[in-house]
DNA sequence: TCCATTGGTGAACAGTGTTCAGAAGAAACT
DNA sequence: AGTTTCTTCTGAACACTGTTCACCAATGGA
């Protein structure tokens, strides 16, 4: 958002007046609102305080009534991802592909704004206000019939691996930037497939592969391998047939 | 403090005048090790390039000289990780152990210094002087007869895990400063169980198990879900068999 | 009308990464 | 020796950063 007026006023009309009655009433929504704002366009290296504040045309010491700190502003930030974020109530016959849905919406939420991964990289494991979805995703785990020491890493395990590709996906976007996927790459695969045969065989032989045709089929076989993973632990009880695993529901 | 030959000087030589604290010249590897006690006692908030000067005992700008900037000085201490890591040759019969004995020298390496899996996160996907780590990673993915789609996937895989639990690992440890784990761990524990049952039932139920004993343990089950993953797919078939193509997208 | 309270201002502080003209030092040449 | 060359390091500056604090403008109540 540009601001409307930005022309300079000429100094021989300058009466100490401020120019809009309607001053909007600064808010930590607001701010928030800003700071997106600024994100999008100029990424999170150049997400000041000061350029905050001038989004919002504003002096930036005004927004230290509102907020904490700059920490604080990202810890909002975050929690503005889980707005309007639900899990489903946990399905036993559908357990996986809750899972993975929980997955794809964590990594569609972190893709929605730019560098959007680091700063979730940069937050500290738990905060109190995503707790609902931590247990959600429990209950969801525990659906699918998986030792309770099982289902303690898997949540770590799974929002790790989220988290982490989308890094991986968006730090490739943002190096070599503004560039289509398409040429990024082709870009990388072109790279790997120069490379001396007799020193990296395999990596010469799964260029192609290395870069798939879209991140999204890698994001999915990646969530293949760790609900694969998974399962197998959830077979392996003998209490608890895979056709007894409804039952589960607690 | 001998000198490196110690033959007298012969008189028709040149003599030295300076044979006092001879001005050790500044070199890459020096700021680099520089730059490692800087981290490990300040932390990575603390390490600035004016730190790392006044460790040498030097004017900021003779960095520049020999190092690029800052992210040319995090490239090098990333790199430096891996100077003395050699990975054994693959053997076909021990893969599985091959793969995790990777992950956990991975994670040591990161917790040998101080916020070293941020720095880790921070660097670039890819850099040319560690790719023969990760061609010796498919050589041994390869005995383990995965099929390639999945070994292209399985590299990011498990270094996402392995950053990523480091990470967090160490970013609990940050946090609750200075705390031996024993302590935050119960820190943790108490408040997981301190939560309403009624609201977060799987939380509270788990509440021992979401801090395990040892972080050693957490991270080793991870290992072994992600490697049950893959191994589902190395049974299938060495030779592609219809369920592999259950996966590729025409 | 005066007063008090609130929210925003502008300047300052102590940092940061980075650049650049020039000083200091060692080596080389005359 | 003296002089020049070349490299390395210095000191000061620039344009930023997050954060604080004394002050000031505007509003609501008496």
Known sequence: MSQPD???????????????????PLTRERIVDAAFVVLDREG???LSMRQVAAE????????????EGKDELFELMYARLFDHAELPDPDPDNWQEQIKDYA???????????DMARISMAHAPFTADL??????LFAV??????PDKVMAIAGDLLSTYMEGFTLEES???????????????????????SLP??????????????????NDYRFELGLDIILRGLATYAEEDPGKSSRDRRHERE
Request: net charge positive; aromatic share 8%.
């Open 6 to 24: 930005d022309v300079p006023t000429p100094p021989w009309e300058r009466p100490r007046k401020r120019q809009a009655p309607a001053r909007i």
């Open 44 to 46: 999170l290296d150049k």
């Open 56 to 67: 919002l045309g504003v002096a930036v010491s005004a927004l230290y009534a509102h907020v």
């Open 104 to 114: 794809r919406a964590g990594r569609q939420r972190l893709l929605r704004h730019r």
């Open 131 to 136: 707790l609902p979805h931590v247990e959600k």
């Open 141 to 146: 785990l525990r659906a699918g019939g998986l």
């Open 171 to 193: 730090m490739w976007q943002e190096r070599l930037n503004d560039a289509s996927w398409k040429q990024v790459g082709a870009e990388i695969r072109d790279y790997f497939s």
């Open 197 to 214: 045969p007799e020193r990296f065989p395999n990596m010469v032989a799964l260029a192609d592969l290395l870069v798939g045709e879209s």
